[in-house]
């Protein structure tokens, strides 16, 4: 088995994996726009490529873990033009269905292979390999990316037709929101019952109540410190706008889901676009300080 991948976009996301990939046993051919995380993962000894069509030329499957759609279509673009025999190439980002159609096409007609593959997990899980990949599309190429997939992740399933994966990472996304504004509310109304909060983090995590973003999220919200971001409040408003617009096409309601936008944007408003999602605790604060008989955020 040839155990060459790319990976395009060594961000957060794809840094973490490459690094992982790298300590058990893969060749990562590895390009980004940054200099930076050029730098940085090639001392993590991924062999950074010149440019997209280097990665194509290498690597039989290629990773793609980019911020936007305009990203991903220019790298989908440069792999079709790139001349080679056919690729797999496995889309990590998180985009909506359209988008995914259009990249998948563009692939498509140069004779590659796109499978839709978006992670549920944070930048913190994935150094950790505790990610979840919903690959859709072809289940032959699904069943190729297999020991890949396993050496980055804790679990990965396919879920059928190309999308079905990006649905799923809507649903999860969709609770992942929730949670986070949930788990901000409920350690104010802890703070101010006067709980020692670093025991409300110990003692509810593990319990009936605890989620995995209480997990992660409450001890920043404790520490009031946001940063290195696990998940930029400014990337997020990019997955919240996906959600809604999904809950629309397939015309279901989504309530709670809707109360959590505005608590986003605020936090969006009070310039805390580049620290981590937790940061929705400072928003909820000040608004309760500001009117203590409510929580809602009337911003749009």
């Given at each position: 088995?040839?155990?060459?991948?790319?990976?395009?976009?060594?961000?957060?996301?794809?840094?973490a994996?490459?690094?992982?990939?790298v300590?058990?046993?893969?060749?990562?051919?590895?390009?980004?726009?940054?200099?930076?995380?050029?730098?940085e993962?090639?001392?993590?000894?991924?062999?950074?490529a010149?440019?997209?069509g280097?990665?194509?030329?290498?690597?039989?499957?290629?990773?793609?873990?980019?911020?936007?759609?305009?990203?991903?279509?220019?790298?989908?673009?440069?792999?079709?033009?790139?001349?080679?025999s056919?690729?797999?190439?496995?889309?990590?980002?998180?985009l909506?269905?359209?988008d995914?159609?259009?990249?998948?096409?563009?692939?498509?007609?140069?004779?590659?292979?796109?499978?839709?593959?978006?992670?549920?997990?944070?930048?913190?899980?994935a150094?950790?390999r505790?990610?979840?990949?919903?690959?859709?599309?072809?289940?032959?190429?699904?069943?190729?990316?297999?020991d890949?997939?396993?050496?980055?992740?804790k679990?990965?399933?396919?879920?059928?037709?190309?999308?079905?994966?990006?649905?799923m990472?809507?649903?999860?996304?969709?609770l992942?929101?929730?949670?986070?504004?949930?788990?901000?509310?409920a350690?104010?109304?802890?703070?101010?019952a006067?709980?020692?909060?670093?025991?409300?983090?110990?003692?509810?995590?593990?319990?009936?109540?605890?989620s995995?973003?209480?997990?992660?999220?409450?001890?920043?919200?404790?520490?009031?410190?946001?940063?290195?971001?696990?998940?930029?409040?400014?990337?997020?408003q990019?997955?919240?706008?996906?959600?809604?617009?999904?809950?629309?096409?397939?015309?279901?309601?989504?309530p709670?889901?809707t109360?959590?936008?505005?608590v986003?944007?605020?936090?969006?408003?009070?310039?805390?676009?580049?620290?981590?999602?937790?940061?929705v605790f400072?928003?909820?604060?000040?608004?309760?300080a500001?009117?203590?008989?409510?929580?809602?955020?009337?911003?749009?």
């Open positions: 088995m040839d155990r060459t991948v790319g990976i395009v976009g060594l961000g957060i996301m794809g840094g994996i490459a690094h992982n990939l300590d058990r046993g893969w060749r990562v051919v590895g390009f980004d726009i940054t200099t930076a995380r050029r730098a993962l090639a001392l993590a000894n991924v062999v950074i010149d440019d997209v280097q990665v194509a030329r290498d690597a039989p499957i290629i990773m793609t873990s980019l911020p936007s759609p305009v990203a991903v279509e220019e790298v989908a673009q440069e792999i079709a033009n790139s001349g080679q056919p690729r797999i190439v496995v889309e990590l980002s998180t909506s269905i359209a995914k159609l259009r990249i998948e096409a563009i692939l498509k007609k140069a004779g590659h292979i796109a499978l839709d593959c978006p992670l549920s997990g944070t930048g913190a899980q150094k950790n505790d990610l979840v990949v919903y690959a859709s599309g072809d289940n032959d190429a699904i069943a190729k990316c297999a890949l997939f396993s050496d980055f992740a679990q990965s399933a396919a879920l059928g037709k190309f999308g079905n994966g990006s649905r990472k809507f649903i999860a996304n969709h992942v929101a929730i949670h986070n504004v949930a788990t901000a509310e350690m104010i109304l802890a703070e101010r006067g709980l020692d909060p670093k025991m409300v983090v110990d003692m509810v995590g593990p319990g009936a109540g605890g995995r973003m209480f997990q992660m999220r409450a001890p920043m919200m404790v520490k009031g410190a946001y940063e290195p971001a696990t998940m930029k409040v400014s990337t997020w990019k997955d919240m706008a996906i959600i809604a617009e999904f809950a629309n096409d397939v015309g279901c309601a989504t709670l889901f109360l959590t936008r505005p986003y944007a605020e936090a969006m408003a009070m310039g805390l676009g580049d620290q981590d999602t937790a940061a400072e928003v909820l604060k000040r608004t309760i500001r009117d203590p008989g409510s929580a809602v955020v009337h911003r749009k």
